[in-house]
T-cell receptor, first 115, second 116 residues
Framework: AQSVTQLGSHVSVSEGALVLLRCNYSSSVPPYLFWYVQYPNQGLQLLLKYTTGATLVKGINGFEAEFKKSETSFHLTKPSAHMSDAAEYFCAVSSFSGGYNKLIFGAGTRLAVHP | GAVVSQHPSRVICKSGTSVKIECRSLDFQATTMFWYRQFPKQSLMLMATSNEGSKATYEQGVEKDKFLINHASLTLSTLTVTSAHPEDSSFYIC????????????FGPGTRLLVL
């Protein structure tokens, strides 16, 4: 069965600093991996995804993530944090079960950005 | 981009009453809709998957008689929490998928349910 672990429920960085949000997964098959962002009172928005091919994936708002099979990781990074990046971030892995494709989510990491 | 709405955004009800939450895809037809539940500081937990015109598929441990799901049209799914109790208080999130590709899920803003 697939699962996702996000290390650190809260991460705080200074504006302009590197953002690193950690995600490790468990999957018995080649995974499809996703990062979503949730702003207050809004739905989840897809930041980026990895399916096949290039292991470094670029997403919206300057975020990127690298799929590392040997480390079973899919960490999310951004070189320079902006105040508007403050939000909840969810890592997810796809799972095919019971005839349906589903998403299995991590617990989420709340990113705070301070001046 | 594709928009999914949920109504209401927040509801408070008395124990023993039933509450209906609507999930609508505003600018696309959703062949599949998903209902999630999220406890504070925890993951989104998939409750059920529904396809338009057919019965929902519930995840293990989710009571189908407690959480009634109806997906009567390609733009509307409803979740009814029947005979709600305080332990049903949670954040309920729906998502809608246009096709079969797993990543094209669009999420609603969620509904906060508080049962007194």
């Amino acid at each position: 069965a697939q699962s996702v672990t996000q290390l650190g429920s809260h991460v705080s960085v200074s504006e302009g600093a590197l953002v690193l949000l950690r995600c490790n997964y468990s999957s018995s098959v080649p995974p499809y991996l996703f990062w979503y962002v949730q702003y207050p009172n809004q739905g989840l928005q897809l930041l980026l995804k990895y399916t096949t091919g290039a292991t470094l994936v670029k997403g919206i708002n300057g975020f990127e993530a690298e799929f590392k099979k040997s480390e079973t990781s899919f960490h999310l990074t951004k070189p320079s944090a902006h105040m508007s990046d403050a939000a909840e971030y969810f890592c997810a892995v796809s799972s095919f079960s019971g005839g349906y494709n589903k998403l299995i989510f991590g617990a989420g990491t709340r990113l705070a950005v301070h001046p | 981009g594709a928009v999914v709405s949920q109504h209401p955004s927040r509801v408070i009800c008395k124990s023993g009453t039933s509450v209906k939450i609507e999930c609508r895809s505003l600018d696309f037809q959703a062949t599949t809709m998903f209902w999630y539940r999220q406890f504070p500081k925890q993951s989104l937990m998939l409750m059920a998957t529904s396809n338009e015109g057919s019965k929902a598929t519930y995840e293990q441990g989710v009571e189908k008689d407690k959480f009634l799901i109806n997906h009567a049209s390609l733009t509307l799914s409803t979740l009814t929490v029947t005979s709600a109790h305080p332990e049903d208080s949670s954040f309920y999130i729906c998502s809608a998928r246009e096709g079969q590709v797993v990543e094209t899920q669009y999420f609603g803003p969620g509904t906060r349910l508080l049962v007194l």
